[in-house]
């Protein structure tokens, strides 16, 4: 067999390919790397029991992520029943707890535990941890207060409560805020442009490829020149405000001349009648002969609230 596992007596040989160097791999790496053999070890040493004096790399390999599988079940299964009751760390309560969900019989543990043909193995040179680095530091960590037992877990980093607010300048350079609306202002355009080669008709430049460099048809006019006495939009709007803005100051000029004639109660009655100018006017002058008819009455145009 090509690059064997071997198990025979109480030696062990691992077969496998030797690290290429100390350097080329990271502290994390080492130290998995150091509890995967480890485990190959224990897998190895349950083969010698059960009676096999040799194993193939692959089926060793496999039986030793399974063992890690399973292990790694237990240990987040146990973590899990250990924050459920306000806990931060497992006990064996919750390892019992977490082998029973799984299906494993806990009684036959004892018994397997104190079995004969056992080997012994020697314990695994102690690893430290990799330091997983912290990517923020903000303040510094609290710790419990005297009402707080110290069993419950640690307050977070500090980074994920501080208020920390980040927030830009705003570009006071007429140079920058020039090129800005420019870009923003031909980003427009070439967006309101597409949209209607997509939506609208289009002529192409080229009789063959009709999709290339497409431009928006121009469709003719019946009236060609009707557009250009037509008023626009923005001119009617400020026609209306400026009719508005007339008849608000007629209403006002005649609410004042009201208030200015009732002000003097003892003049005689064609002076109270008069404005302070003394002349009637025209208005006033033409009611007397129009006919009181609601289809006669002139048009009021309506109010145009002015945006502030």
């Known amino acids: ?50 009676g096999f004096d040799s194993a193939e790399k692959a089926a060793v390999e496999t039986l030793t992520e399974m063992m890690q599988s399973y292990i790694t079940e237990i240990g987040r299964s146990a973590k899990s029943y250990c924050e459920h009751t306000a806990r931060s760390v497992p006990t064996l309560s919750d390892t019992v707890v977490t082998l029973i969900e799984m299906g494993f019989n806990v009684d036959t543990l004892p018994m397997y535990a104190k079995r004969s043909q056992r080997m012994v193995i020697t314990a695994p040179p102690v690893t430290n941890a990799p330091v997983t680095p912290r990517a923020l530091s903000a303040g510094q960590k609290r710790t419990h207060p005297a ?46 442009t597409r949209f209607m080669a997509k939506t609208g008709e289009t002529q192409s430049l080229f009789k063959d490829d009709i999709t290339a460099f497409p431009l928006i048809a121009a469709r003719p006019t019946t009236i060609p020149y ?56 025209s208005t006033k002058a033409s009611e007397d002969n129009v006919i009181d008819n609601p289809y006669l009455r002139p048009v009021k145009k309506p109010k145009v609230r002015r945006k502030k």
């Open 1 to 50: 067999m090509a690059d064997p596992a071997v198990v025979s007596g109480n030696s062990l040989n691992l077969g496998g390919r030797p690290s290429s160097g100390k350097g080329s791999t990271s502290a994390a790496e080492n130290y998995h790397m150091a509890r995967r053999r480890t485990l190959q070890v224990v897998v190895s040493a349950l083969l010698t029991e059960c």
């Open 147 to 192: 009402h707080i037992p110290s069993h419950f877990p640690e307050f977070p980093d500090p980074h994920t409560y501080i208020k920390t607010p980040t927030f830009r300048e705003p570009v006071s350079d007429y140079q920058v805020v020039r090129e800005k609306a420019a870009t923003q202002r031909r980003d427009v355009e070439r967006a309101l």
């Open 226 to 281: 009707l557009s250009a006495l037509l008023p626009s939009e923005l001119e009617l709007q400020t026609l209306e405000e400026t009719d508005s803005s007339e008849q608000d100051e007629q209403t006002d000029n005649e609410n004042t001349a009201g208030n200015n004639l009732t002000d003097d109660p003892g003049a005689d009655k064609e002076n109270s009648l008069l404005p302070p100018s003394g002349v009637v006017p």
